[in-house]
T-cell receptor
Framework: AQSVTQLGSHVSVSEGALVLLRCNYSSSVPPYLFWYVQYPNQGLQLLLKYTSAATLVKGINGFEAEFKKSETSFHLTKPSAHMSDAAEYFCAVSTNAGGTSYGKLTFGQGTILTVHP | DTAVSQTPKYLVTQMGNDKSIKCEQNLGHDTMYWYKQDSKKFLKIMFSYNNKELIINETVPNRFSPKSPDKAHLNLHINSLELGDSAVYFC????????????????FGSGTQLSVL
């Protein structure tokens, strides 16, 4: 079984400040971890993905996430927030269990990021 | 052109009715999915089709029936709608089968908000 917990349903930062969105996962096998972003009235878009290569993963729009096995975490960060980063962010986990695991991403509840001028 | 398009965007209907949500992807992908986002914002996979063949069928009521006339379309038909069916339904597609160590990613539609009264 796998699960994802995103700490904080709402995060508010000032423009130019550090963005930190927290994600902790639970998985019985080595996980594959994802961050998706959903802008208003749009579908989810993949920000970045961890697939057991480098533990620090860089994504689009200056975002990055670090896989920490000891902490079972995959927090999303960006050094300097921009107004256009305001959106909802979803962390997700999948496993390489084969069989019918394909496409079975398990999503967290989402974190709404607000950026103030 | 929208890569993954769902119609309708909003659907308001009475309990007991039968309704369909349509999904089309113009990416040439082989695999399509239906996800349900409940009121607590959890996204859960419902079905997945690969080249018109059902490969994932999670525990959903029999009232939900996916239909894939061709690999570019995956429609979701819901019979005898119930209040608990109210949610946002997301269609998605991928070139191959995600969830394993590939470079595949999911492309999501913008969602269909279903409200059952």
């Amino acid at each position: 079984a796998q699960s994802v917990t995103q700490l904080g349903s709402h995060v508010s930062v000032s423009e130019g400040a550090l963005v930190l969105l927290r994600c902790n996962y639970s998985s019985s096998v080595p996980p594959y971890l994802f961050w998706y972003v959903q802008y208003p009235n749009q579908g989810l878009q993949l920000l970045l993905k961890y697939t057991s290569a480098a533990t620090l993963v860089k994504g689009i729009n200056g975002f990055e996430a670090e896989f920490k096995k000891s902490e079972t975490s995959f927090h999303l960060t960006k050094p300097s927030a921009h107004m256009s980063d305001a959106a909802e962010y979803f962390c997700a986990v999948s496993t390489n269990a084969g069989g019918t695991s394909y496409g079975k991403l398990t999503f967290g509840q989402g974190t709404i990021l607000t950026v103030h001028p | 052109d929208t890569a993954v398009s769902q119609t309708p965007k909003y659907l308001v209907t009475q309990m007991g009715n039968d309704k369909s949500i349509k999904c089309e992807q113009n990416l040439g992908h082989d695999t399509m999915y239906w996800y349900k986002q409940d009121s607590k914002k959890f996204l859960k996979i419902m079905f997945s089709y690969n080249n018109k063949e059902l490969i994932i069928n999670e525990t959903v009521p029999n009232r939900f029936s996916p239909k894939s006339p061709d690999k570019a379309h995956l429609n979701l038909h819901i019979n005898s709608l119930e209040l608990g069916d109210s949610a946002v339904y997301f269609c998605a597609s991928s070139q191959g089968l995600t969830g394993v160590a590939t470079n595949e990613k999911l492309f999501f539609g913008s969602g269909t908000q279903l409200s059952v009264l």
